[in-house]
């Protein structure tokens, strides 16, 4: 037996915030990041509508790129204080993941985080609140996943959180937001997408429920990644959708080793964390390479490169193509080819290779690797890993 869980309701296109509107209840918290959401006015939007359905309002600010344990702590606590009936996360992924997060705890005070780490293991949510997401970025799809991903700064460890319970209630997804995203931010946020919609599309759990949702958000990415990083309005809209529609097929099919990858290398490395669109851009193809191995997983990829108008001859030269066309929008965009130029190669090789066993082993056991279409081990990911730093042939 398989599941397919989205949000109840999922609102889009222009002026989608005005479903704020119909929402019921007396207290409504708001999660939101770092200022952006405030400077361009869609805050005080959010708020007023929410106001004008007659809720009360706290804010809850400041959630960092990369979320950490903390903030979603002292999130929960702030929530247990207001005791909100709605929580609604506006901005990026990481808002809303921290949201996500903060609900479990805010619900279960007496819950650890260890208590959930084990992916669907998480207790029955509702209790004391629903859950309404705005994505202001074209990529996580957190608005309809059942995924949160919070980092443990001091162990430099990304944990993706997975439990159906944290699908949201309700979605918004308004372009009008995402047009604020400066073009580095639209680059990353939309190769994630992509990477979302690959991998659910190869992924073992991968069902006739999923791949027509994966499919179409390849189709737009390719035709509308590039021109909405340079603001195109049309194109923005198409890229929203997109990461929307990839978001729906891997909350469900799940995911593989790109995600595993960059989950445990975001916050490895004591030059700085690498963000999580850019590192999956760079392994994307990578990791094609060593999936397309197994021959199913080649035309699997094959089916992508045909949906992306790609030409080829068999199966291996269309998953060739496929990575050329992928590297070639990545180049286009402006995002490096491998570790080593990341940063201007702030990542130095002797900290990369000291990390190298912990990180492969981290990046094996995480979630994602389990529904990966091909295994790996220890040994195999850190030869890949090597592979993504110094920008070398998967012949393995």
Request: hydrophobic content about 40%.
């Amino acid at each position: 037996m398989a599941r397919f869980t989205l949000p109840r309701d999922i609102y889009h296109g222009k002026n989608a915030l005005e479903a704020l509107k119909s929402i019921k209840g007396d207290r409504a918290v708001i999660v939101t990041g770092g200022g952006s959401m405030k400077r361009h006015g869609f805050l005080d939007d959010v708020s007023h509508k929410l106001k004008d359905a007659g809720f009360e309002i706290q804010l809850i600010d400041g959630v960092e790129a990369d979320p950490s344990v903390e903030t979603v702590m002292n999130g929960a606590r702030a929530m247990r204080q207001f005791e909100p009936d709605w929580i609604v996360a506006i901005g990026g992924g990481s808002a809303i993941d921290a949201a996500k997060a903060m609900w479990v705890f805010y619900e279960y005070p007496d819950i650890s985080l260890e208590d959930i780490l084990a992916p669907f293991s998480f207790p029955t949510l509702r209790q004391k609140a629903r859950f309404c997401a705005i994505p202001s970025t074209s990529g996580t799809a957190s608005e309809v996943t059942a995924f949160s991903v919070i980092t443990d700064y001091d162990k430099g460890v990304k944990y993706p959180l997975a439990d159906f319970n944290i699908t949201p209630d309700m979605a918004i997804v308004d372009a009008s937001i995402a047009m604020t995203m400066p073009r580095s931010l639209a680059a990353n946020t939309g190769m994630d997408a992509m990477s979302h919609a690959i991998e659910a599309y190869v992924s073992t759990l991968h069902c006739d429920y999923t791949d027509p949702l994966a499919i179409q958000a390849i189709r737009l990415i390719n035709e509308n990644l590039i021109p909405s990083c340079d603001a195109d309005e049309t194109a923005r809209q198409k890229m929203h959708d997109a990461s929307c529609l990839a978001g729906m097929a891997f909350s469900n099919a799940l995911l593989g080793i790109v995600h595993s990858m960059a989950h445990k290398t975001g916050a490895a490395f004591s030059s700085g964390h690498i963000p999580h669109g850019l590192a999956n851009a760079m392994y994307l193809p990578k990791v094609i390479s060593y999936n397309a191995k197994d021959e199913p997983t080649r035309a699997r990829y094959a089916q992508i490169a045909r949906a992306m108008g790609i030409d080829g001859t068999d199966d291996g030269e269309l998953t060739d193509n496929l990575k050329k066309r992928l590297c070639e929008m990545r180049d286009s965009l402006g995002i490096p080819s491998c570790i080593a130029k990341f940063d201007s190669g702030s990542i130095g090789r002797d900290e990369f290779y000291q990390k190298l066993p912990q990180i492969a082993r981290l990046a094996v056991s995480d979630a994602c690797t389990l529904s990966n279409p091909r295994r790996i081990d220890d040994i195999t990911m850190q030869r890949l890993f090597e592979c993504c730093y110094n920008d070398l042939e998967v012949d393995f």
